[in-house]
C-alpha cells in the first residue's frame, strides 16, 4: 500500500514539476523572444531606397585615339565597370549560381539551414564571424551595411535580405552581386575582369571562362590565374562546373568538353599603365576642367588623341637615345612630342627616358616642364614676325661681330671705366665664325647667331612676344626680361608648346591649340561636351609659308649641315630647326610636315651642363629616327611655296642687293643696260656701290616706308654701320658714284636680232584620226641658233626638247582635250633667250 501511494504522489509531483518546469521555460522563452523582438525593433536599418540610390564607384578608363586600346584605368583602388543583365552572359549567371547558393531561385533572401549552422557557429566560436552564404546576403553586406563583426549587424543582414528579396527580382539581385564582386586586386565586378583576364566582354564568354570567373570570387589572392595556385584554380573551375552539372544548368558532355578547354589569360602586364606622362597629363588636363576628384566619381571612358603605335616607337627610341648619349654627350634624359597640326592632337608624348626610372625621377614629365630654354628654335618665331612687317627671305644683314649694349663701345668695351663687361652683348655664332653680307634664308637654314639678334631687333621683341603667345607659348610674358637674347633662346618655355607654335607654320599661319581628348563619355555612353580653344589665324599664310620655304631648303641649310645630313628628307617636304642653348644644357630639333610636327629635346632633369656640342650631334639623329617612321603613316603632303613679292615696292637691301641703295638694271650677257628687249632671264639689277648696315636705307619701325632722312637717330645705327664700313673697306668694296654706271645699251637683244620660227608638216587638207600620228617640224631664222622648243595643244603643255632637229610627234588620242578642231603652238627660246612663237590649226576626226 506505501509502495502505490508513494508511486501515485511521485507521479503528481512529477506532472506539476514538469509543467511549471515547462511554463517557466515558455515564460523565460516569450521573455527572451520579446527582448530580441523589442532589440531587433531597435535597430537602425538601411532605407532600401538607398540601395537604388547608391553610388558604384566606376573606374575612369582612358584610351588611345581607336578608343580600343586602354592607356590606364584612372582609379587608383576599384577597378569597376557597371553592365546590365543583358551584358552578363547566362553561362556566368548560373556558374555562380551553382557555386554559391543553388537554392538561389527559391528562398526568400536567407536560407534557414545556413541560419541554423551560422548561429551555432557563432555560439561555439562566440566571433559572430560565420552567417548565411546566400547572394542576397552577399549583396546586402557589400553595398548596405559596414564590415563589422557583430551579431547585431549579421541580423541586420539576415533582416535586410528578406527585403531586399521581396524588393527586388532575383535577376537585379543577382546582376548587382556580380557587378560588385571581387575578382582579385583592384579589379571588380564580371565585366572588368572579363576584359582583364581574357579581353572580352562578360557577354562573350566561353563556359570554361565563365567557370573560372565564378571560382575566383572565394578566395581572389589563393585563386589568382597569375599566383602560384593555378592547379588549385583549376580544381575549383572544375568543381564549377561539377556543380553546374548537378544543378542541370548543363550536360555531361558540355562539362567534359569545358574542362578540358585550353584558357589562355592575358598577360598579367597587360593591365599596367601605357604612355604613363600622358596618362597624367590627360588627368590634370581633365581635373582642370572638371573639378579635381570628378573623374573618380563614376565610370568615364576617356578617348585620347593618342597614336598607340607612335607613343610605342617614341617611347623606344627616346629610351635608347637618352642611354646612349648619356655616354657619348653626358645628357641622361630625353624627352619627345607629336601633334598633327591640323587638329592640335597630341599624337605621342614621351616626358622622359623612363617613368619608372627612379635614377633620373622619371616620373618627371620634361615634355610639359616651363623651364627649359629653346635656343636657337626660338628663331623661326622671329623670323616670321620680321616677314610679317615686310621684310624677306632675301634681305640681307651682315654677319659681323657687333656690340649690341648702349653701355659699350663699338670696341666692345664698356663706356664707363671700372664697369663689368659682361654688361656689353656681342654674341658670336656656333662656329666663331663671321660670313658678312648674308641673306635672312642662309641666316636661318644655318642657325647664324648674330644677323639673328639684328634681326629681333628690327622685328621688335615686343611685336615678336606678341606673335610668340598668338602661337601658342604661354611663358614669354615679361619683354623687359629677355632684351635682345630671345631669339638665342633666353626665356623658358616647354618642348609641348614649342612643338605645338611650329605646328602653326606646318598649318600655314593657323595655330590649332593642342588637345589630348578626342571624347569623354558618361558610365551610360553620353558625352559630355569639353570647352575648347578655336583656331586663330596667328600670322599670315605667306609668312608661315616663308618659314616652311626656309626650313625645308637643303641646299641653304648645306654649308651648316652638310648636303646628306639626318634633317634631308629627299622624298617628302619636311621643314627643321635646331637649338642648343650657350651653356649647352638644352638640345632641342623640331620638325614638321604639311600634317605632323616633332618636337625632342635631350639634356638633364638637373639641368647640368652637357658635354659642348651642337642639337644636330646629340639630338637630331633621334628626331629624324622618329619622324621617318611618323612619315609613313600620314599622306606624302607639299607645302604651298609663298607668294611672289612685289620687286618694285622692296628696297634693294630687301631684295639680296646689299653694295647700294641706287640701283640700275643691266642686260648680263652684253654687261650694258637693259632695254624693252631685254628678255627676263638676262636682266639683273646692280647698286652704284656704297655698303652701308640695313639701318642706313630703311626705318625699323616702316621698312616699305621711305628711308630715313636721318639714320644716325636710331640707337644701334652707330654700333651696325662702324662695323659694316670697316668690313667694306677692308673687303675693298669703296664708295662709287653715277659715273660707275654703264652708258650703252644693250645691243645683243634688239628688234633686228629677233629670230623667228615656222611650223612643217601639219596635215590642213583632212582630219587625222585619233590614233594617226602628227609630226609637227619647227624650222628657225634669226642671228642666234635656236636653243629650246616647246609644244603646246590646245594650250596645254605637251613637252619641251632641246634636240635638233625639233620634231614633235603625238597621237591625238593621247591629247585629254583633243577636238574636232584644234591649236598647236610652239614656243621657241634661241641661245641668248630672245623668244619667238608659231601656231597651226589641225583638225581630227572624232568618230569613225
Not at 50 to 58: A, I, N, P, T
Not at 167 to 174: C, F, S, Y
Amino acid at each position: 500500500m506505501r509502495k502505490s501511494t508513494f508511486r501515485r504522489v511521485f507521479a503528481h509531483f512529477k506532472a506539476h514539476t514538469l509543467k511549471d518546469i515547462a511554463i517557466i521555460f515558455a515564460s523565460f522563452a516569450a521573455i527572451a523572444l520579446g527582448a530580441a523582438v523589442l532589440w531587433v525593433s531597435s535597430f537602425r536599418l538601411p532605407d532600401l531606397s538607398s540601395f537604388e540610390q547608391r553610388k558604384v564607384s566606376e573606374s575612369t578608363k582612358i584610351y588611345d585615339r581607336t578608343g580600343k586600346v586602354l592607356l590606364y584605368d584612372l582609379n587608383e583602388g576599384v577597378k569597376r565597370t557597371v553592365v546590365s543583365s543583358s551584358e552578363i552572359s547566362d553561362l556566368i549567371k548560373r556558374a555562380t549560381v551553382a557555386i554559391e547558393d543553388a537554392d538561389f531561385y527559391d528562398h526568400n533572401g536567407i536560407k534557414i539551414s545556413s541560419f541554423i549552422r551560422a548561429v551555432l557557429a557563432n555560439l561555439k566560436t562566440g566571433e559572430f564571424s560565420q552567417g548565411g552564404s546566400t547572394i542576397t546576403q552577399q549583396v546586402v553586406k557589400n553595398t548596405l551595411l559596414t564590415q563589422e563583426k557583430k551579431i547585431s549587424r549579421k541580423l541586420k543582414e539576415w533582416v535586410l535580405a528578406i527585403k531586399l528579396d521581396k524588393a527586388l527580382t532575383k535577376d537585379e539581385i543577382l546582376t548587382s552581386y556580380l557587378n560588385e564582386n571581387p575578382y582579385g586586386g583592384a579589379v571588380y565586378g564580371v565585366q572588368e575582369a572579363s576584359r582583364r583576364f581574357f579581353g572580352k566582354s562578360a557577354k562573350d564568354v566561353t563556359l570554361a571562362e565563365a567557370a573560372y570567373l565564378a571560382a575566383i570570387p572565394q578566395a581572389t589572392t589563393y585563386y589568382s590565374p597569375y599566383g602560384k595556385n593555378v592547379e588549385k584554380l583549376e580544381d575549383r573551375k572544375n568543381l564549377v562546373l561539377r556543380k553546374m552539372v548537378e544543378v542541370g544548368y548543363i550536360s555531361e558532355e558540355e562539362y567534359e568538353a569545358a574542362r578540358k578547354e585550353k584558357v589562355a589569360f592575358q598577360a598579367q602586364e597587360e593591365s599596367g599603365i601605357k604612355a604613363p606622362h600622358f596618362v597624367f597629363f590627360v588627368k590634370d588636363y581633365l581635373e582642370g576642367i572638371l573639378g579635381e576628384g570628378f573623374l573618380e566619381e563614376a565610370g568615364y571612358k576617356v578617348v585620347t588623341t593618342l597614336d598607340i603605335d607612335l607613343q610605342e616607337k617614341a617611347q623606344d627610341l627616346v629610351k635608347a637615345t637618352a642611354r646612349s648619349n648619356q655616354e657619348n654627350f653626358d645628357a641622361e634624359n630625353a624627352a619627345l612630342v607629336a601633334l598633327d597640326p591640323k587638329t592640335g592632337d597630341i599624337l605621342s608624348m614621351v616626358g622622359s627616358r623612363d617613368y619608372f626610372d627612379k635614377e633620373i625621377d622619371g616620373k618627371f614629365n620634361v615634355a610639359t616642364s616651363p623651364n627649359r630654354q629653346p635656343g636657337s628654335t626660338m628663331k623661326p618665331i622671329i623670323y616670321a614676325r620680321a616677314f610679317e612687317e615686310g621684310y624677306t627671305p632675301e634681305t640681307i644683314l651682315f654677319d659681323l661681330e657687333t656690340e649690341f649694349s648702349s653701355e659699350c663701345t663699338t670696341e666692345f668695351k664698356p663706356k664707363n671705366e671700372g664697369a663689368d663687361p659682361k654688361t656689353c652683348y656681342h654674341p658670336k655664332n656656333y662656329d666663331d665664325r663671321f660670313r658678312g653680307p648674308i641673306s635672312l634664308r642662309e641666316a636661318l637654314a644655318q642657325s647664324i647667331n648674330v644677323p639673328s639678334v639684328k634681326l629681333l631687333y628690327l622685328a621688335g621683341v615686343r611685336d615678336s612676344l606678341s606673335l610668340a603667345k598668338d602661337m601658342g607659348i604661354t611663358t614669354l610674358t615679361n619683354a623687359n626680361q629677355y632684351g635682345l637674347t630671345l631669339v638665342l633662346g633666353g626665356g623658358e618655355t616647354s618642348l609641348l608648346e614649342m612643338t605645338s607654335a611650329y605646328g602653326t607654320f606646318a598649318a600655314e599661319g593657323v595655330h590649332v591649340p593642342y588637345k589630348p581628348v578626342i571624347a569623354l563619355y558618361d558610365a551610360k555612353g553620353k558625352e559630355i561636351r569639353l570647352p575648347s580653344e578655336k583656331p586663330r589665324q596667328a600670322l599670315s599664310a605667306d609668312s608661315a609659308r616663308a618659314i616652311s620655304d626656309i626650313l625645308s631648303d637643303n641646299a641653304a641649310r648645306t654649308p651648316a649641315y652638310g648636303a646628306n645630313s639626318v634633317l634631308y628628307f629627299p622624298d617628302r617636304d619636311v621643314a627643321v630647326k635646331t637649338g642648343t642653348t650657350n651653356d649647352s644644357r638644352d638640345a632641342w630639333t623640331i620638325g614638321y610636315s604639311p600634317n605632323i610636327v616633332v618636337g625632342v629635346w635631350a639634356g638633364n632633369n638637373d639641368n647640368a651642363p652637357m658635354v659642348k656640342k651642337v642639337a644636330g650631334q646629340i639630338v637630331a639623329p633621334m628626331w629624324s629616327s622618329f619622324m621617318k617612321q611618323a612619315l609613313q603613316s600620314v599622306p606624302d603632303e607639299r607645302f604651298s611655296p609663298p607668294s611672289p613679292k612685289d620687286s618694285a615696292k622692296l628696297k634693294p637691301v630687301m631684295k639680296g642687293i646689299w653694295q647700294g641703295g641706287t640701283t640700275y638694271t643691266i642686260d648680263t650677257i652684253s654687261g650694258k643696260l637693259a632695254t624693252e628687249f631685254t628678255p627676263a632671264e638676262t636682266k639683273k639689277e646692280v647698286a652704284i656701290q656704297s655698303v652701308h648696315s640695313i639701318l642706313h636705307w630703311l626705318d625699323k619701325d616702316d621698312p616699305l616706308g621711305p628711308a630715313p632722312l636721318y639714320p644716325q637717330r636710331d640707337s644701334q645705327y652707330e654700333k651696325w654701320e662702324f662695323v659694316v664700313r670697316k668690313w667694306a673697306l677692308e673687303n675693298g668694296y669703296a664708295d662709287q658714284t653715277t659715273s660707275s654706271m654703264p652708258t650703252q645699251y644693250d645691243d645683243v637683244h634688239t628688234a633686228g636680232n629677233m629670230f623667228t620660227i615656222s611650223i612643217q608638216n601639219i596635215e590642213q587638207s583632212k582630219p587625222y584620226g585619233l590614233n594617226d600620228t602628227v609630226s609637227v617640224y619647227v624650222n628657225s631664222t634669226g642671228k642666234y641658233q635656236m636653243a629650246k622648243a616647246s609644244l603646246y595643244v590646245n594650250g596645254s603643255f605637251v613637252e619641251t626638247t632641246e634636240r635638233q632637229p625639233f620634231i614633235f610627234r603625238f597621237s591625238p588620242s593621247s591629247i585629254a582635250n583633243v577636238k574636232d578642231k584644234n591649236m598647236v603652238r610652239i614656243v621657241g627660246q634661241d641661245s641668248v633667250y630672245n623668244r619667238a612663237e608659231a601656231s597651226a590649226e589641225f583638225s581630227v576626226a572624232l568618230e569613225g
